[in-house]
């Protein structure tokens, strides 16, 4: 298995081989911050546009592209404002030690400077897309600051708070291009992210084994027999609620969306192998960046929902 050391070392060392608070250090600290890598959590925003059957209608990308990017900005926001408020906790983690605020390169004030600024931004951003898509970029960035002060401390309120940061990128995304909203890709989407984020827990839970609570209270009042019960309700669910969209979806013709479902399967699965079997549940976006069974079901399911859906 890969040793999954943070990837935020290197930049430590290169931070501090410049003197660590010096002005290169504080920008190479505040793009580490950033989490650029995390923004293939806002390709949900296309979703939508994706399953209209819209996707060849060009005046819909710029909507489409501008609620992407204000989520980025608003994402970025979030976890600058995440790790600013855990930084003392983030120091006993064996991995998130090395953030940039947690590590010292980047100071507190410049931090939160530049978190008010992105938010701003992305609010901005937002608005620009029309009124319910700005209200739906203030819903997330309240969400998360509700979640980073309070919600992640309470059981399972913690998990939902999370998975509806996913829910809210699908929905704005629908909104901003003007497309009817199915009630069964809310589900779904609300069914996958709930999988994702009990899977990241579980993965929390058992790599840091008797310390879990020590850098995460809630992680103390869950058990890995019970994570391993949602893990398998939800993802049991998961695959009904999509089979079932697949067929009632009245997007593609004679239920031929029904086709998309094995790379679904097989991705579900993989994915909970590599939960199970190899530990790697932690980083959802690594794993789509990196595994290749992963990354391949998810391009074949999106190659199958074009070519079913605009060219047949």
Same mark, same amino acid.
């Given at each position: 298995?890969?040793?999954? !050391?943070?990837?935020?070392?290197?930049?430590?060392?290169?931070? #501090?081989?410049?003197?660590?608070?010096?002005?290169?250090?504080?920008?190479?600290?505040?793009?580490?911050?950033?989490?650029?890598?995390?923004?293939?959590?806002?390709?949900?925003?296309?979703?939508?546009?994706? @399953? %209209?059957?819209? /996707?060849?209608?060009?005046?819909?990308?710029?909507?489409?592209?501008?609620?992407? &990017? #204000?989520?980025?900005?608003?994402?970025?926001?979030?976890?600058?404002?995440?790790?600013?408020?855990?930084?003392?906790?983030?120091?006993?983690?064996?991995?998130?030690?090395?953030?940039?605020?947690?590590?010292?390169?980047?100071? $507190?004030? *410049?931090?939160?400077?530049?978190?008010?600024?992105?938010?701003?931004?992305?609010?901005?951003?937002? @608005?620009?897309?029309?009124?319910?898509?700005?209200?739906?970029?203030?819903?997330?960035?309240?969400?998360? /600051?509700?979640? +980073?002060?309070?919600?992640?401390?309470?059981?399972?309120?913690?998990?939902?708070?999370?998975?509806? &940061?996913?829910?809210?990128?699908?929905?704005?995304?629908?909104?901003? *291009?003007?497309? =009817?909203?199915? $009630?069964?890709? *809310?589900?779904?989407?609300?069914?996958?992210?709930?999988?994702?984020?009990?899977?990241?827990?579980?993965?929390?839970? *058992?790599?840091?084994?008797? &310390?879990?609570?020590?850098?995460?209270?809630?992680?103390?009042?869950?058990?890995?027999? @019970?994570?391993?019960?949602? +893990?398998?309700? +939800?993802?049991?669910?998961?695959?009904? %609620?999509? !089979?079932?969209?697949?067929?009632?979806?009245?997007?593609?013709?004679?239920?031929?969306?029904?086709?998309? +479902?094995?790379?679904?399967?097989?991705?579900?699965?993989?994915?909970?192998?590599?939960?199970?079997?190899?530990?790697?549940?932690? =980083?959802?976006? =690594?794993?789509?960046?990196?595994?290749?069974?992963?990354?391949?079901?998810?391009?074949?399911?999106?190659?199958?929902? /074009?070519?079913?859906?605009?060219?047949?």
């Amino acid at each position: 298995m890969r040793d999954k !050391s943070d990837s935020f070392a290197p930049l430590q060392t290169r931070a #501090a081989g410049t003197g660590g608070t010096s002005v290169p250090g504080v920008l190479m600290g505040l793009f580490g911050s950033l989490r650029l890598r995390q923004w293939t959590k806002n390709l949900l925003v296309f979703a939508g546009l994706l @399953f %209209s059957g819209r /996707l060849t209608d060009r005046t819909l990308w710029l909507p489409a592209v501008g609620a992407f &990017g #204000a989520f980025c900005l608003l994402a970025s926001a979030v976890y600058l404002l995440n790790d600013l408020w855990d930084r003392e906790q983030d120091r006993q983690h064996p991995r998130k030690c090395h953030r940039p605020i947690a590590a010292g390169i980047l100071p $507190p004030p *410049v931090a939160l400077a530049a978190a008010g600024f992105l938010s701003l931004a992305g609010l901005f951003l937002a @608005f620009c897309g029309g009124m319910r898509v700005g209200y739906l970029g203030a819903g997330y960035l309240v969400l998360n /600051l509700a979640y +980073i002060i309070k919600v992640k401390e309470i059981p399972l309120l913690d998990i939902f708070s999370v998975a509806m &940061g996913f829910v809210l990128r699908a929905v704005t995304g629908v909104v901003a *291009v003007g497309v =009817e909203l199915s $009630p069964w890709f *809310v589900l779904c989407t609300v069914l996958l992210s709930l999988l994702l984020v009990l899977g990241k827990r579980r993965q929390e839970l *058992v790599s840091l084994a008797v &310390g879990a609570a020590a850098h995460r209270k809630v992680l103390g009042r869950y058990s890995q027999v @019970f994570l391993d019960q949602m +893990i398998s309700i +939800i993802a049991t669910a998961t695959l009904v %609620s999509y !089979s079932l969209y697949t067929f009632f979806s009245e997007a593609g013709r004679h239920h031929s969306l029904m086709w998309t +479902i094995p790379p679904v399967l097989y991705g579900l699965f993989r994915y909970l192998y590599l939960v199970y079997e190899e530990g790697r549940g932690g =980083e959802p976006e =690594e794993i789509l960046l990196h595994d290749p069974g992963i990354l391949g079901s998810v391009l074949l399911w999106v190659l199958s929902i /074009l070519v079913i859906l605009y060219f047949l």
